[in-house]
T-cell receptor, first 114, second 113 residues
Framework: EADIYQTPRYLVIGTGKKITLECSQT?????MYWYQQDPGMELHLIHY???????EKGDLSSESTVSRIRTEHFPLTLESARPSHTSQYLCASSEHRGRAETQYFGPGTRLLVL | GENVEQHPSTLSVQEGDSAVIKCTYSDSASNYFPWYKQELGKGPQLIIDIRSNVGEKKDQRIAVTLNKTAKHFSLHITETQPEDSAVYFCAASRAQGAQKLVFGQGTRLTINP
């Protein structure tokens, strides 16, 4: 069982509000990821990090930003939420051992922007 | 970059029968192929994975086969049970470079009692 947590689990918010989705893991993993998952099921990588002070944009363009100040924490921020940001956001982490490693996912945050 | 295609998008089988989900990938340098199961309201969970130095791997009722020459891999679930109903994702990654997982589109598996 992976120890990776996301809060809030559900969020309903109005257009223009700033929001931060929290993700934390207690496994000491160096790598962390954010995915966006639409109702059509497909998972799209929007941000990733290889360690503290490392952040990269993923394959799907996103207006969100991320930070990695501590190993265990990888928050995602939307400065001004819009209805097009409505989606499920999944956080994941993995070890960095020089080869492709298993990614462990959190339970997700389901965001609805009105 | 890598592209992973997954079929079918939906699959319905009778309880006790077998289910097979297939994926193809494009990057011949990919060498890590995990399968994830996502239940309603939860994040994806790893159920089995295979690396390119192995052709087949089995864990109880679940098995994965890999054909590197043809660049495809498959998930086999035998003696299906109602709790196998979920969305399944395949993925591919290479050991070098960014080591990002590229996911297939997902298969919604329904087990009919």
């Amino acid at each position: 069982e992976a120890d990776i947590y996301q809060t809030p689990r559900y969020l309903v918010i109005g257009t223009g509000k700033k929001i931060t989705l929290e993700c934390s893991q207690t496994m000491g993993h160096d790598k962390m990821y954010w995915y966006q998952q639409d109702p059509g099921m497909e998972l799209h990588l929007i941000h990733y990090s290889y360690g503290v002070n490392s952040t990269e944009k993923g394959d799907l363009s996103s207006e969100s930003t991320v930070s990695r100040i501590r190993t265990e924490h990888f928050p995602l921020t939307l400065e001004s939420a819009r209805p097009s940001h409505t989606s499920q956001y999944l956080c994941a982490s993995s070890e960095h051992r020089g080869r492709a490693e298993t990614q462990y996912f959190g339970p997700g945050t389901r965001l609805l922007v009105l | 970059g890598e592209n992973v295609e997954q079929h079918p998008s939906t699959l319905s089988v009778q309880e006790g029968d077998s289910a097979v989900i297939k994926c193809t990938y494009s990057d011949s340098a990919s060498n890590y192929f995990p399968w994830y199961k996502q239940e309603l309201g939860k994040g994806p969970q790893l159920i089995i994975d295979i690396r390119s130095n192995v052709g087949e791997k089995k864990d109880q009722r679940i098995a994965v086969t890999l054909n590197k020459t043809a660049k495809h891999f498959s998930l086999h679930i035998t003696e299906t049970q109602p709790e196998d109903s979920a969305v399944y994702f395949c993925a591919a990654s290479r050991a070098q470079g960014a080591q990002k997982l590229v996911f297939g589109q997902g298969t919604r598996l329904t087990i009919n009692p």
